[in-house]
């Protein structure tokens, strides 16, 4: 029979005998006797498990004795009467031998309940019965009430002075334990002579304290066996007095008391006489540990060699567990620490040996006190040496991979996972510590390494027994090193680390450590930390880019995972530590790629190496998006502490990026650089407080501008005259510099004269003369030419950084590599905003001549003489108040100056009706810009003509149905609802319009849109489904369009639309534009498949390569050419197929579309050349728009997507990558080469859906009524027409509010469907615009025509080159449509 079940009998038979009448005379005697026998039993099993002793007794699962607990605890009859009947009830009052078994009972118990909750809940007359039984002498109750109350922590505040009585009586009685215990080591050592000799001894105490053993057990009868156990009472004894005076051991109002009676001394006494194997010996020495908290205590300890005294014991698991804890305790003192570090360090070796054995051991608790230890003893260079010296680098990361093994299936035990977290956290923040102590280590010795060079003398190791300041100069010696250590350089703690696999293990713990980051446990920041160091040396930091797989089958790059935490807002502490990693990892030193005069070719080689890791982290940082993490940290305002903080290092590592010469042209496009929005953050720091930290922001922003724009940035600049100076930059360096070498040539001539070579002036005459085969042209030039702005780049070394700070963004063919921009200025010595000042030694003659040649040797190759004329033209486009970007040839002997604007002439009349008239009389457009203000005149204006509802009343199946989709073509209206089912409507010259086809839904979801082919031949519908948030129900549904005409003709007009393939798994879907045999589609995954229209079947599929973008609103598009596919911001050429090339990212929600022109590409706000992948411009108000493409390409409609926090919050997953909704605003934009918006419409009520029909002059919208995005397609939505180039009539204005108000239940209609026509104002005017559009088509041949011919005139007058026909486009199907809008 098992314990519990023992116990449940036990149980069981005290409950019959409690309610039996007469009660049995041993009762309750023999049956508390039994239960506190087995619960003794229970103890000594446990106790040959040798678990941890400083494990929660509570959460131990398994564990017998903690089972036994519960099991016995979950009895609250039997509770409530062992406290309130047998301890203190009047009717055991007088029964001794009752209140030492409950007391017995109650004291073993009391681990495995809450005792602060069960001191709270007793009553006050319990508690004092406790205290009585403390301060006498009545053992056993005594030693009962001292354990019971050992476990009340709250109890010190409450009962503080006969706490103090308590101790008082305590420590004599541990004084005489401790007598007791001499005798019997005496007696059994006759021939011992260490006790007395060692500084701890007992003779140094006070000698007038007689010290008087415990009485013997014999002479007490109710010490009985059969009353307190068969167990060694005599050691219970003393653990309950420790324990007690353990609780206490923090209290400062207790140390005099144990001060004045030396228990310092008599602990360690105790220790040199207590067998290693007692169970007491783990109860001394963590009340010793609890002593060491106190420095006064500490310091004793160091001067009684107690130190010593524990490293002499022999190694013991339990015991070893508890020094551990005195191990941790002692790292806080830092004049122990210092005092361990030189005078005893000899003991270093066995502490080490103790600590690395415990982290062997199976004991948790001795494992994280010793990790603690470790970690703030990585201070210290004495204890670092040591490890490195016992290699204790392997055992952390063995602890450390069993952690992440282990959580990589995590228990199902809570306190399990906990212990696996901590162990994590604790062994990652010891290895951090451990790098982060050997970085200033190396930083000091390569600082040694190159001040004795200079006066041939080696470096001395010498050791340091101050604690190192690593946080004050790990970020100085981290750039140290990375300034100063070669490609190759050997680091032997990285070069471990590396060895053991660490790097790949601290990533894997960083994965699992996503799941914790809500939690104090978050080992995230650490971690980043370490990776940091472990990357500062070039050859290691290409392991970032590799790819690891996270546990969930993920793959990410290092770098991409960095940059996560980067952006991870509300963990202030992982964002501080992945900007730093990115830091060191882009703002590196840049060797030149020229080489040196005293150049070795291996170091030569070493240097191209260490550039070829950058370029390739610049590479790396831009594929995963940096460039858009930095920039949205410049921006960010939360949390405000530390706001400031997280712009200066992003801004720092923009620095750093901007060398590279893709990334510079990129961010100099972006609208917060070349908008003054960085210079106005300049202004002032988010908090106060931060002024330190702004104004290195302000240092770094500076050195920025400088790169991007080359303009110097002084305090004292002002934005304007720096927003001049950054145009100025910006045209000029687009300017092409082109001139006649003719007049090198001459001025060659001209100085080999002045110089007295006429030889080789002659022979630079015929040689000129025999290859370009004419004479050397003559110049009027002065006697002694001055050219003022070439004074400056006569000096070998200033015109290559001159050239390459200045035109950074410039096209320059010249000796040094444009990403050099500023190799020197962005090193991580000379970006830090403030420089230290070195004192100079002082040299004799040869040493300055010694660092005068190794100076010269260290220059950079002189820039060749096109450089020279080059900047020297450069410069003198730039003192142009006006600069322009096409220019003439320069001249070396005539000044250049750009023509001062003209007033501009021929400027379109603002009023059309002028414009129109200056047309008449053959001016083009009516002048100037004429055709941009004739769009914006139209296509500003939309004027609300007709409404379709759902009609819900006639069938109970259609009760909820709502439009979700719209499409119009011919004279049809196609709306898709939220059933699955499409509605198709005949449009005809007078309202209402009625259904003519209802199709059968094929997947019951949502039509979310509709796509109709460039023939109008087919028609593909898109649908989405709740399905899972992985892989919801999506797909799509190609349909055949029947002609119009032939199906009016042949009677059977509802068969308008027929169904052919339905594809599954597809987001989104779109026809190519040159003809309807392939269908593009969205997957998920951010997956994009060519499909044949015919048979259905996918013919190619493009996986975007790792890295991918992951817009929310991702669909892919073909080029207008249909040779191009772009995918979630991937250019595809899908016929190879093959990526050409990502672009970055820069919003989450728009993957981007095609511009008409061929040649570029719009992504949200920026437009891209696909040429030459450069951005080209920003352009704000496209901001978080889908573009949609009017039929004649000249137009664009922008829907603004729904902001990212009613995306996360308010809509299913399963829709997130829905296009709809919308913002109740829609944008108008020429789609020319400068996009310029045309106006903005309010419809007043939320965006589904967009469309437009053939002749872009009539728009179709569906709108939601319900305002809320939670109830999407659910709340009840309308299709909606407007008239474009319409203004709204005066009373049309309460339009709006009409509809709120008119009641569908008026009318009953025998149709499916009812339509109001209460929008519909003028029957005339829409029959006159009917008329209109079906004249337009007669002269639309000839308007295509002189706008051709308008468009050659155009480009001299300033217009855009992109044809802008708005003439109306024939359709095929207008010659059935005669009288109907089209």
Same mark, same amino acid.
């Given at each position: ?49 040798? @678990? ?113 009585? &308590?101790? /008082? ?41 007689? =010290? ?51 228990? @310092? ?25 609890? @002593? ?33 804890? !005195? ?18 360090? $000899? ?52 602890? *450390? ?160 995972? =960095? ?87 992003? !801004? ?31 202004? #002032? ?45 910006? =045209? ?21 004269? #002045? ?44 015109? !290559? ?8 963004? /410039? ?144 069938? #109970? ?121 392939? *269908? ?5 995954? $951010? ?53 050409? $090339? ?63 926090? =009613?995306?996360? $919050? ?48 009539? *728009?179709?919208? &569906? ?10 397609? /659910? ?22 509010? #009409? ?84």
């Amino acid at each position: 029979m098992s314990l519990i079940d023992k116990a449940n009998e036990l149980l069981s038979r005290w409950e019959k005998e409690v309610c039996t009448l007469p009660v049995p005379e041993d009762f309750p005697n023999n049956v508390l006797m039994c239960i506190a026998d087995v619960i003794d039993e229970a103890k000594d099993e446990v106790q040959k498990l040798g @678990l941890d002793p400083y494990d929660d007794f509570k959460d131990i699962a398994g564990n017998v004795e903690s089972d036994l607990i519960k099991c016995i605890l979950d009895h609250d009859e039997f509770l409530e009467t062992l406290t309130s009947t047998y301890l203190t009830g009047s009717r055991y009052a007088h029964d001794t031998k009752v209140k030492i078994l409950a007391a017995r009972i109650m004291s073993s118990a009391m681990n495995g309940i809450n005792a602060n909750a069960y001191f709270k809940e007793v009553e006050e007359d319990m508690i004092d019965l406790l205290y009585r039984w403390a301060l006498a002498d009545q053992e056993p109750l005594t030693s009962y009430a001292v354990e019971m109350l050992s476990y009340g922590e709250t109890l010190c505040s409450r009962y503080h002075q006969n706490n103090m009585e &308590v101790v /008082s009586l305590l420590l004599q009685k541990l004084k005489g334990m401790y007598a007791s215990a001499k005798s019997e080591y005496i007696a059994a050592h006759p021939t011992t002579t260490t006790i007395g000799s060692a500084p701890w001894s007992e003779d140094t105490q006070d000698g007038t304290e007689t =010290i008087t053993s415990s009485p013997d057990i014999a002479d007490n009868p109710l010490l009985d066996p059969t009353l307190v156990g068969r167990r060694n009472f005599e050691e219970f004894q003393c653990q309950a007095v420790l324990h007690f005076l353990l609780s206490l051991g923090e209290y400062q109002e207790f140390l005099g008391l144990i001060m004045k009676n030396s228990i @310092l001394k008599l602990l360690l006494n105790y220790i040199s006489i207590t067998d290693i194997n007692s169970p007491i010996i783990f109860d001394i020495i963590r009340y010793l540990s609890a @002593l060491l908290c106190h420095k006064k205590f500490a310091s004793d300890f160091m001067n009684y060699e107690g130190l010593q005294l524990l490293m002499d014991l022999p190694f013991n698991q339990r015991a070893s567990t508890g020094i551990s804890t !005195c191990f941790y305790a002692l790292v806080f003192h830092s004049t122990v620490m210092e005092r361990l570090c030189s005078y005893t360090r $000899h003991l270093i070796a066995p502490m080490m040996t103790t600590c690395l054995r415990l982290l062997k051991g199976k004991h948790e608790s001795g494992r994280s006190h010793v990790t603690l230890f470790l970690t703030f003893g990585f201070h210290y260079q004495a204890i670092i040496e040591e490890f490195d010296k016992q290699c204790g680098l392997p055992i952390f990361f063995k602890v *450390l991979r069993r952690a992440v093994d282990a959580l990589k299936t995590p228990p199902e035990n809570e306190v399990e996972v906990f212990l696996l977290r901590q162990k994590m956290k604790h062994t990652c923040n010891a290895v951090r510590q451990y790098l982060a102590g050997h970085t200033v280590l190396y930083a000091e010795h390569l600082r040694r390494v190159k001040d004795h060079q200079g006066v041939g003398m080696s470096p001395q190791i010498y050791t340091n027994h101050k604690a190192l300041e690593i946080e004050d100069n790990i970020k100085t010696a981290y750039e140290y090193i990375q300034a100063n250590a070669e490609f190759d350089t050997l680091w032997k703690p990285i070069d471990d680390v590396h060895s053991l696999g660490g790097f790949e293990t601290f990533i894997q713990a960083f994965f699992l450590s996503e799941t914790f980051r809500s939690t104090r446990y978050d080992a995230s920041p650490c971690i980043i930390t370490a990776l940091t160091f472990l990357t500062i040396l070039p050859r290691y930091q290409l392991k970032l880019t590799e790819q690891y797989q996270a546990p969930n089958g993920d793959s990410h790059t290092g770098i991409k995972m =960095i940059l996560q935490a980067a952006e991870s807002f509300g963990n202030i502490d992982m964002q501080r530590a992945a900007l730093s990693l990115i830091v060191v990892v882009v703002c590196g030193p840049y060797r030149a790629s020229n080489m040196n005069l005293s150049m070795t070719p291996s170091q030569y080689s070493r240097k191209n190496s260490a550039d070829d890791v950058m370029h390739k982290m610049w590479s790396a940082i831009r594929t995963n998006n940096g460039i858009k993490v930095l920039m949205s940290l410049l921006l960010t305002k939360t949390p405000i502490n530390h706001a400031d903080e997280l712009r200066m290092a992003a !801004c720092k590592a923009l620095n750093g990026l901007c060398r590279s010469r893709g990334v510079r042209q990129i961010a100099s496009k972006l609208h917060l650089m070349s908008s003054g929005q960085l210079l106005a953050l300049m202004r #002032e720091p988010i908090l106060p407080e931060n002024v330190e930290t702004h104004s290195k922001f302000c240092t770094y922003t500076r050195s920025l501008l400088e790169v991007l724009f080359g303009v110097s940035t002084d305090k004292a600049a002002n934005e304007p005259s720096l927003m001049n100076k950054m145009t100025k930059v910006d =045209i000029v360096s687009k300017t092409p510099i082109t001139f006649n070498k003719d007049e090198i040539y001459h001025l060659l001539h001209s100085s080999l004269l #002045e110089c007295g070579l006429k030889s080789t002036a002659n022979a630079l005459v015929d040689e000129v003369k025999q290859k370009l085969g004419k004479d050397l042209a003559v110049y009027p030039v002065k006697s002694e030419p001055q050219l003022p702005s070439t004074t400056h780049l006569m000096s070998p070394i200033t015109p !290559c950084k001159k050239l390459v700070i200045r035109n950074a963004r /410039s096209r320059v063919s010249s000796g040094c590599d444009p990403d050099v921009s500023s190799a020197n200025l962005l090193s991580p010595s000379s970006i830090r905003p403030t420089t230290s000042k070195v004192p100079q030694k002082s040299f004799g003659v040869k040493d300055h001549m010694e660092a005068l040649e190794a100076k010269t040797s260290q220059m950079y190759h002189p820039p060749s003489l096109n450089d020279l004329v080059y900047n020297f033209m450069r410069d003198q486009h730039m003192m142009c108040e006006h600069p322009m970007s096409i220019v003439p040839k320069f001249s070396l002997f005539r000044e250049h100056k750009c023509p001062d604007p003209q007033p501009q002439l021929y400027e379109a009349p603002v009023n059309v009706v002028v414009r129109h008239q200056q047309r008449l009389y053959g001016v083009p457009y009516g002048g100037r810009n004429g055709r941009y203000r004739d769009y914006k005149y139209i296509f500003s204006k939309f004027k609300p003509y007709y409404t379709l509802r759902m009609d819900n009343r006639n069938a #109970e199946d259609w009760e909820n149905v709502n439009y979700t989709s719209c499409l119009t073509f011919s004279d049809y209206i196609v709306a898709g609802c939220n059933n699955g089912h499409i509605k198709v409507y005949k449009m005809t010259e007078h309202p209402p319009y009625f259904c003519v086809q209802t199709t059968e839904s094929v997947e019951c979801e949502p039509i979310t849109s509709l796509v109709l082919s460039q023939s109008s031949k087919m028609m593909v519908s898109n649908s989405t489904g709740e399905g899972d948030v992985d892989r919801p129900n999506n797909s799509c549904t190609i349909w055949g369009v029947r002609d119009p005409g032939s199906s009016t003709e042949a009677g059977n007009s509802k068969d308008l639309l027929e169904q052919r393939h339905n594809i599954q798994g597809v987001d989104h879907a779109v026809f190519s534009y040159l003809s309807d045999d392939k *269908l593009l589609c969205t997957m998920p995954e $951010h997956k994009s498949s060519i499909v044949d229209c015919y048979t259905g079947r996918t013919v190619t599929v493009l996986a975007n390569p790792p890295g991918s973008n992951g817009y929310y609103k991702n669909h892919a598009v073909f080029n207008f050419t249909d040779d191009l596919v772009l995918n979630d911001g991937v250019l595809w050429d899908y016929r190879t197929p093959t990526a050409i $090339h990502k672009f970055d990212k820069f919003n989450n929600f728009v993957s981007g579309v095609f511009a008409p022109s061929g040649i570029d590409i719009i992504i949200n706000t920026e437009v891209w050349d696909m040429r030459t992948f450069k951005l080209l411009n920003t352009i704000n108000s496209l901001d978080n728009c889908l573009l949609k493409y009017n039929h004649s390409k000249d137009v664009m409609y922008g829907l603004s997507h729904v902001k990212q926090e =009613i995306l996360d $919050h308010e809509i299913s997953p399963s829709y997130k990558h829905v296009m709809g909704p919308f913002e109740s605003t829609f944008k108008t934009f020429a789609a020319n080469s400068g996009y310029p918006s045309l106006g903005t419409y309010d419809v007043g009520k939320q965006i589904v859906d967009l469309n437009f029909c053939r002749r872009d002059r009539l *728009l179709v919208t &569906v709108e939601s009524t319900n305002e809320e995005f939670t109830q999407l397609w /659910s709340g009840g939505s309308v299709v909606k027409l407007y008239l474009v180039g319409r203004s709204k009539a005066s009373r049309d204005d309460d339009e709006e509010e #009409e509809d709120e108000e008119e009641d569908d239940d008026d009318e009953d209609d025998d149709e499916d469907d009812s339509v109001d026509n209460s929008e519909f104002d003028d029957d005339e005017e829409v029959g006159s615009l009917m008329s209109e559009e079906m004249n337009d088509r007669s002269s639309n041949s000839s308007m295509s025509n002189d706008d051709e011919d308008e468009d050659e005139d155009n480009d001299s007058s300033g217009n855009p080159r992109t044809s802008l026909n708005f003439s109306v486009m024939s359709d095929s199907d207008d010659d059935h449509t005669q009288g109907r809008i089209v």
